[in-house]
């Protein structure tokens, strides 16, 4: 990249104290337009107060983010969203007793007006994606527990975006939804040229998904290359996996 490249998303040199704890020390990174960037390291790396500094939910002591060159300082959650900047959220949080139809399209609502019939056909093309058409006028609460984490990541997608942070999406879901998430991401990642940075301990997922990965250790950037390249790396094996992967 040259260095006049434009990142889809830039951090520089992000700090977050809470209390005595420094949770993110100096973290910079970049991700390219259309990437599917993998964020990946130990419990209590920093890597989701990162994604809260990145999406605002917490306001950095030092540094700045950038999406696509803009600087995002001093803007909440919503502003950032209504620029591009989407986030699914770990916890799923549904409207239970609206069908799963009703909560793609309350989604779509959230952010545009229905003057045409758009809303409907993203709708009725994400519940194809999904594989939930049989279960399109079910009520999300009667759902199982990895279906709800389908839909609501399904609703993340109907939110206009150029940029999603995923934390743990994979988390906790059987391997059939697992492969759904992962066909939902690589679709809008395709169709749309959607830039994605993803959390996740899921190892085999991110060799799938992610051509790089950043790896965090003690609120720092440790690392950053290929996942076979930064598993090699000692002081990542020693840090976070515990041994090599294969």
């Given at each position: ?13 992000l ?13 910079s ?9 993998g ?12 994604v809260?500094?990145v999406?605002?939910?917490h306001?950095?002591d ?42 793609l ?30 279960l399109a ?43 759904s ?7 809008v ?7 994605f940075?993803?959390?996740?301990h ?13 790896v ?8 950053q ?22």
């Amino acid at each position: 990249m040259s260095s006049g490249q434009v990142w889809a998303l830039e951090t520089q040199g992000l700090r977050k104290r809470f209390g005595g704890l420094l949770a993110t020390n100096d973290v910079s990174l970049t991700v390219a337009p259309g990437e599917i960037r993998g964020l990946i390291g130990p419990n209590g790396a920093g890597k989701t107060t990162l994604v809260n500094l990145v999406t605002g939910v917490h306001a950095p002591d030092a540094g700045d983010v950038r999406l696509a060159g803009k600087s995002l300082q001093g803007l909440g959650m919503h502003q950032i969203a209504r620029l591009g900047l989407v986030r699914s959220f770990q916890v799923t949080r549904l409207f239970g007793n609206m069908t799963v139809r009703e909560n793609l399209l309350t989604s779509f609502l959230a952010r545009r007006s229905l003057h045409s019939g758009d809303g409907l056909a993203l709708t009725d093309s994400m519940i194809e994606l999904t594989k939930l058409g049989r279960l399109a006028d079910t009520q999300a609460k009667k759902l199982s527990g990895g279906q709800r984490a389908l839909l609501q990541m399904a609703c993340g997608f109907m939110v206009p975006g150029t940029c999603y942070v995923l934390d743990e999406p994979f988390s906790g879901i059987n391997p059939v939804i697992k492969d759904s998430i992962i066909d939902m991401i690589v679709d809008v990642n395709r169709r749309h040229g959607a830039t994605f940075l993803i959390v996740s301990h899921e190892m085999s997922i991110v060799r799938r998904l992610c051509p790089q990965v950043t790896v965090m250790m003690e609120g720092r950037v440790a690392a950053q290359g290929s996942l076979d390249e930064v598993a090699r790396l000692p002081e990542v094996i020693a840090g976070y996996l515990g041994k090599a992967l294969e």
